[in-house]
């Protein structure tokens, strides 16, 4: 990715995510004019999806929804195993990074996109995964999400979570700096998000890890992966 392209991804990251209006008109404002360089910026700052997905043990024929899929980066990453899934469903909001999740969905009969809320949206049966990507701490009513995530899994059916998060390895003024770095920026994190996960699905699997951050050289962000069963 060349310096030009980082800076207009950079300074639309200073500028911020408007703060008025509805989620989809506030998510298009802030994504429309980086939607095409999105991948190459955040494939520095967005670490642990591809690994997520390698953990992730799906049966054949399985159904997965990604609720705030954006570009559908992480079909990628599931490279020949995705010709086993059934079906994979991209579900956001945001019409500027839909576009991209289109057009990358074009080579794969088995990929759809939906542009739809995370809180309300449901697939037309029960599915075997739904996945959060960075996207669980950019949803408002993140509880609303989680709720409708595991109304629509199968019995048997899996969450898997990677996300930003509030470390205690870190001191309070470092999570002070990242709370409002990342709010800036429409990204809430807090430590309530794994402690809910975490009581609804009590024998998940949860690592925290830390991350570099592009031009940040310093600093290292906490993020989280998580995956476990639906369970009753």
Known sequence: MSLVADARILFKLLR???????????LEGFYAGQAEAYDAFRERLLHGRQELIQQLQLPDNAYVVELGGGTGRNIDFFGDKLNQLQQYQIVDLCPSLLEVARKRAKQYPNVSVAEADACTYQPQSPVDCVIFSYSLTMIPDWQSALNN???????????????????KQQNSL????????????GV???????????????HGEYIEKFAKVPYLP?????????????SY
């Open 188 to 202: 809430h994190l807090n430590s309530d998000q794994p402690q809910r996960l975490q009581a609804m699905f009590p």
């Open 16 to 26: 911020g995510m408007p703060s008025s209006g509805e989620a989809a008109s506030r």
């Open 174 to 185: 470092i999570s002070v700096f990242w709370r409002k770095w990342f709010s800036h920026d």
């Open 218 to 230: 310093f600093v290292r962000v906490p993020y989280y992966l998580f995956i476990a069963n639906q």
């Open 149 to 167: 995530a595991q109304s629509m899994l199968k019995p048997n059916g899996k969450i898997a979570v990677v996300d930003f998060t509030l470390s």
